[in-house]
């Protein structure tokens, strides 16, 4: 039994030595012939590009309740582009880090001075930082959770935006793609 090779993809002879590769008869042979270029309609431009901007529901949602486990981080705030209200947050959980640490420091500084003049005041620096700090927390806790039960609220009216903004620009109409 002899092995006879075939032929390799679309041309059926092999090349002779040092002469020219045989290629396709003209611009419309084989299976990867140039295409005419037609431009997309309208609406289909813009429904690309909305599906590139749109906000993903489960990207969202990742990011909220990925938030906790990123020491609080409102990741979620920033993806939907309220750099206002993620900034806010960010500064409620700045806040509650100082309030912490100063509280402590307070507390250790003034316990030095307490036993070492023997005054009759206890110290409360410490104190005042903890109920600072769990107001902080309390407020960043309640907002989370409003974040959470207005979540879809905030995609729909985030992707509407978007929807709206790109047929202004396409000169279509909004629900067209």
Same mark, same amino acid.
């Given at each position: 039994?002899?092995?006879?090779?075939?032929?390799?993809?679309?041309?059926?002879?092999?090349?002779?030595?040092?002469?020219?590769?045989?290629?396709?008869?003209?611009?419309?042979?084989?299976?990867?012939?140039?295409?005419?270029?037609?431009?997309?309609?309208?609406?289909?431009?813009?429904?690309?590009?909305?599906?590139?901007?749109?906000?993903?529901?489960?990207?969202?949602?990742?990011?909220?309740?990925?938030?906790?486990?990123?020491?609080?981080?409102? &990741?979620?705030?920033?993806?939907?582009?309220?750099? !206002?209200?993620?900034? #806010?947050?960010? /500064?409620? %959980?700045?806040? @509650?880090?100082?309030?912490?640490?100063?509280?402590?420091?307070?507390?250790? &500084?003034?316990?030095?001075?307490?036993?070492?003049? !023997?005054?009759?005041? #206890?110290?409360? /620096?410490? %104190?005042?930082? @903890?109920?600072?700090?769990?107001?902080?927390?309390?407020?960043?806790?309640?907002?989370?959770?409003?974040?959470?039960?207005?979540?879809?609220?905030?995609?729909?009216?985030?992707?509407?935006?978007?929807?709206?903004?790109?047929?202004?620009?396409?000169?279509?109409?909004?629900?067209?793609?």
């Amino acid at each position: 039994m002899s092995y006879n090779p075939q032929p390799q993809g679309p041309h059926n002879a092999h090349p002779a030595a040092g002469g020219p590769i045989p290629g396709p008869q003209g611009p419309s042979a084989g299976p990867y012939a140039a295409m005419p270029h037609q431009p997309a309609s309208p609406q289909l431009q813009a429904a690309w590009r909305y599906s590139a901007r749109r906000k993903n529901d489960t990207a969202a949602w990742l990011l909220w309740i990925g938030g906790p486990f990123l020491v609080g981080l409102p &990741v979620h705030d920033f993806y939907f582009g309220d750099i !206002g209200r993620g900034l #806010a947050k960010l /500064g409620l %959980l700045v806040l @509650i880090f100082v309030s912490f640490i100063g509280g402590a420091i307070a507390s250790a &500084v003034s316990a030095s001075q307490y036993y070492s003049s !023997g005054s009759s005041t #206890a110290p409360d /620096g410490f %104190l005042i930082g @903890i109920i600072l700090a769990g107001l902080c927390f309390l407020i960043v806790a309640v907002w989370w959770i409003y974040d959470g039960v207005t979540m879809n609220k905030r995609l729909e009216t985030t992707n509407d935006k978007i929807r709206r903004q790109i047929a202004a620009e396409h000169g279509v109409d909004p629900y067209s793609f």
